[in-house]
């Protein structure tokens, strides 16, 4: 019996002892995190270990990406840096991100294309111009095949038919998120409305992970000029508006090309966009709030346009094949800096020998 007991003794002894001479921390002050191998070898590994980390030290959020693209690093142009505010601030820089030659705006309804589309199948490259085709040809060596895929994925679900309108917003990191969901859920065209500019949230970095990069962003400086335009490119304008003569967002037809407007924070879309507006929209509220954080009810009226438009038309994305190929030269232009300026040495040597066949 004395020997059970010495016996006993010595292995509660044994659970309570302290690591050997090594610098980790005990283990209930460690949490388990998914170990990505950098080897190529394993690129396809059929399970994943998991490592033991401080639980002080700063750990990846989670995020859907395919484990080929994490084994394959992207340009330092396309890290994850939130670059809304400067971007807000100087407008030529948001001109700049459009690389293709852009369409000329028509205001005559009868010379009016039926669906709007901003690119011209056109790159200046100096003194000459190239097509898209040239543009990815030139661009090819550049970019890998995983990144190329991704393009080719992305454009086949975009569409111009629905764009976002946000008006007099003052937190940026509000801005910065209904950016990350248009372009997460396939919208191309963003348009901003005198943004408050005296209000900054630095706190908010990284809120839109990039996605400005690979939208078209357009700034105005009041509601009737950017309402002007975009009712002569051919959208109707609904505003998100709670009253008696608001319609519910499940009513609409979606399969419209629509301008979907939110407004300020505290107080709503203003007078001015209302009134100049097609009609008013809302989300029905079940519960004792009566509103949504002005980012979250930009992110259910696109994701209710995308899932209305895919029951009626059987998808979101209504490019033609021409303009997928545009809009993949355009990403590809995109792509880095680099590859503006090998394309315009594209374009320098098509010029030199104009003889030889760049098809």
Not at 86 to 98: A, I, N, T, Y
Not at 153 to 167: D, M, T, W
Not at 201 to 216: C, H, I, P, Q, T
Not at 291 to 306: K, P, Q, Y
Request: proline share 5%.
């Amino acid at each position: 019996m004395a020997a059970c007991k010495t016996l006993v003794r010595t292995s509660l002894s044994c659970l309570q002892c302290t690591p050997r001479a090594t610098n980790l921390p005990p283990l209930s002050s460690q949490r388990l995190h998914p170990i990505s191998s950098p080897s190529p070898l394993l690129r396809f590994p059929r399970n994943r270990g998991f490592r033991l980390e401080p639980a002080g030290a700063p750990s990846r959020p989670y995020a859907a990406v395919s484990l080929a693209e994490n084994l394959i690093p992207e340009p330092a142009e396309d890290s994850a840096e939130d670059n809304v505010e400067e971007l807000l601030l100087k407008r030529d820089d948001v001109s700049g991100f459009m690389k293709m030659e852009r369409r000329p705006e028509v205001r005559n309804e009868s010379t009016r294309p039926g669906r709007w589309f901003p690119y011209l199948d056109q790159f200046r490259a100096g003194s000459t111009v190239l097509s898209s085709d040239e543009v990815l040809e030139a661009v090819d060596p550049l970019i890998s095949e995983v990144r190329k895929e991704r393009f080719r994925n992305v454009v086949k679900n975009r569409s111009y038919s629905v764009c976002l309108v946000v008006e007099g917003l003052a937190d940026l990191g509000n801005v910065s998120a209904t950016f990350r969901s248009a372009d997460a859920l396939g919208f191309q065209s963003v348009h901003v409305v005198s943004c408050n500019s005296s209000k900054r949230y630095r706190e908010n970095r990284l809120v839109s992970v990039g996605a400005e990069k690979w939208l078209d962003i357009e700034l105005w400086d009041s509601a009737r000029e950017c309402f002007e335009v975009l009712k002569s490119r051919g959208y109707r304008i609904a505003t998100t508006h709670v009253g008696i003569d608001a319609v519910s967002i499940y009513d609409m037809d979606w399969s419209c090309p629509t301008a979907i407007v939110v407004g300020n924070e505290g107080r709503g879309i203003s007078d001015e966009a209302l009134e100049l507006s097609d009609l008013h929209c809302s989300i029905p509220m079940k519960g004792m709030v009566d509103s949504f954080n002005v980012s979250v009810a930009a992110g259910i009226l696109m994701h209710h346009a995308v899932c209305d438009r895919t029951s009626r038309m059987g998808g979101h994305c209504d490019l033609t094949l021409e303009e997928r190929q545009i809009l993949l030269a355009e990403f590809s232009l995109r792509h880095s800096k680099s590859a503006i300026d090998i394309a315009k040495e594209f374009g320098k040597r098509k010029v030199s020998s104009p003889i030889q066949s760049f098809d």
